[in-house]
């Protein structure tokens, strides 16, 4: 039903639903006739909204790691690219299908919906993380009152386990980050899509995709969540090819670990 739709030219921004009793995925003038569940209208046959990530133009490019995939997207504005579509996009430009009926997306919305959870319950770092990644860590904090000796304890947690090309996101109750691990020289870094209020040496200002010192936006989410009251979860994963593997595309991309 949806294996011949044309993803690939879905207006970026469009909103996407999915009927939950045939699984069919709609936008646009394929919307006329079905009601949507909000203010003033009672629940109709088709679900929540799902925000779906722009097309990568670059998705035909080998790539072998993942941190090497989404460097690729350097100085891409927010408006055009926010974290979640970072990963995503950094993915598809490994060979790996994130749309349709098979694809990585296609598998976390199944999911949510299997749990009874909203269509886009899974569509975040950690979901992406927890379908496709190995060695997963969490730390978290559930009440933070030294920024400092939390810093502390985060780095002192994850050194030993970080590796270029894994997926780490940050959540509080109240909003979420996600981006992928690098590293320059000695320091490890983070790129990902956002405000780089700490960029590496000569790197991009501004709001957009860029690349920052890991440690200082681990400080900046440990402050966030001091300052909001709240728990913190840091979640990083390495991607792990076996579980890729259900979906690899037929491109020439072939994914490497580097853990």
Same mark, same amino acid.
């Given at each position: 039903?949806?294996?011949?739709?044309?993803?690939?030219?879905?207006?970026?921004?469009?909103?996407?639903?999915?009927?939950?009793?045939? !699984?069919?995925?709609?936008?646009?003038?394929?919307?006329?006739?079905?009601?949507v569940?909000?203010?003033?209208?009672?629940?109709?046959?088709?679900?929540t909204?799902?925000?779906?990530?722009?097309?990568? *133009?670059?998705?035909?490019?080998?790539?072998?790691?993942?941190?090497t995939? /989404?460097?690729?997207?350097?100085?891409?504005?927010y408006?055009?690219?926010?974290?979640?579509?970072?990963?995503? /996009?950094g993915l598809?430009?490994?060979?790996?299908?994130?749309?349709?009926?098979?694809?990585?997306?296609?598998?976390?919305?199944?999911?949510?919906?299997?749990?009874g959870?909203?269509?886009?319950?899974?569509l975040?770092?950690?979901?992406?993380?927890?379908?496709?990644g190995?060695?997963?860590?969490?730390?978290?904090?559930?009440?933070?009152?030294?920024?400092?000796?939390a810093?502390?304890? /985060?780095?002192?947690?994850?050194?030993?386990?970080?590796?270029?090309?894994?997926?780490?996101s940050? *959540?509080?109750? !109240?909003?979420?980050?996600?981006?992928?691990? *690098?590293?320059?020289?000695? /320091?490890?870094?983070?790129?990902?899509?956002?405000?780089?209020?700490?960029?590496?040496?000569?790197?991009?200002?501004?709001?957009?995709?860029?690349?920052?010192?890991?440690?200082a936006?681990?400080?900046?989410?440990?402050?966030?969540?001091?300052?909001?009251?709240?728990?913190?979860?840091?979640?990083?994963?390495?991607?792990?090819?076996?579980?890729?593997?259900?979906?690899?595309?037929?491109?020439?991309?072939?994914?490497?670990?580097?853990?």
């Open positions: 039903m949806n294996a011949d739709k044309p993803f690939t030219r879905i207006p970026e921004g469009e909103a996407i639903f999915m009927d939950p009793d045939t !699984r069919e995925v709609l936008w646009g003038k394929d919307m006329a006739g079905h009601t569940a909000g203010p003033g209208n009672p629940p109709g046959p088709v679900q909204a799902v925000s779906m990530p722009p097309v990568s *133009s670059e998705r035909a490019l080998p790539a072998t790691s993942l941190d995939a /989404a460097a690729r997207f350097m100085g891409r504005a408006e055009r690219m926010n974290c979640y579509e970072l990963v995503v /996009a598809e430009t490994m060979g790996i299908e994130y749309r349709g009926q098979n694809g990585l997306g296609r598998y976390l919305v199944d999911r949510a919906l299997n749990d959870k909203a269509l886009n319950h899974l975040t770092g950690e979901g992406v993380t927890r379908a496709i190995r060695d997963l860590h969490v730390t978290t904090f559930s009440g933070i009152t030294h920024v400092d000796g810093v502390d304890k /985060a780095m002192k947690e994850l050194s030993d386990k970080l590796a270029p090309g894994q997926i780490l940050f *959540s509080t109750p !109240r909003r979420g980050h996600t981006g992928i691990v *690098s590293r320059k020289g000695d /320091a490890w870094t983070f790129i990902n899509s956002g405000v780089m209020d700490n960029p590496v040496a000569g790197g991009i200002r501004g709001k957009a995709v860029g690349e920052e010192h890991l440690v936006e681990i400080r900046n989410w440990v402050a966030r969540a001091r300052s909001e009251g709240a728990g913190l979860h840091i979640t990083l994963g390495t991607p792990d090819p076996a579980r890729l593997a259900r979906f690899q595309g037929g491109g020439d991309s072939q994914f490497s670990s580097r853990a």
